[in-house]
């Protein structure tokens, strides 16, 4: 089976926030990446080209596919606002990886 579009990166998550060149995105990223911090307590890993993730879990579906995807996070890419992102609400606690 092919691999998930959306990877965990070895990208510098501080470089990535230092390049966003819009001011408003770049403050609003930076609150975020601050709460997201204090709230989870993971650190940040950049998941693909603009997805600021924090956590990480597995899954597998009946049909055997399976991966790691990130637990909680967002996007600076958005105009309008970041968008935020939390898959893992509907699996256990125990499941979760910082």
Known sequence: MPANKTQATDQDVRAFLAAITHPTRAADAQTLDRLFRQITGWHPTIWGDSIIGYGRY??????????????????????????????????????LQG
């Not at 790691?68 to 509907?90: I, V, Y």
């Open 58 to 95: 597995d899954y597998r579906y009946d049909s055997g596919r399976g991966g790691s995807f990130l637990a909680t996070g967002f996007s600076p890419r958005n105009p309008a606002s970041p968008s935020t992102s939390c898959p893992a609400m509907r699996i256990s606690a125990a499941s």
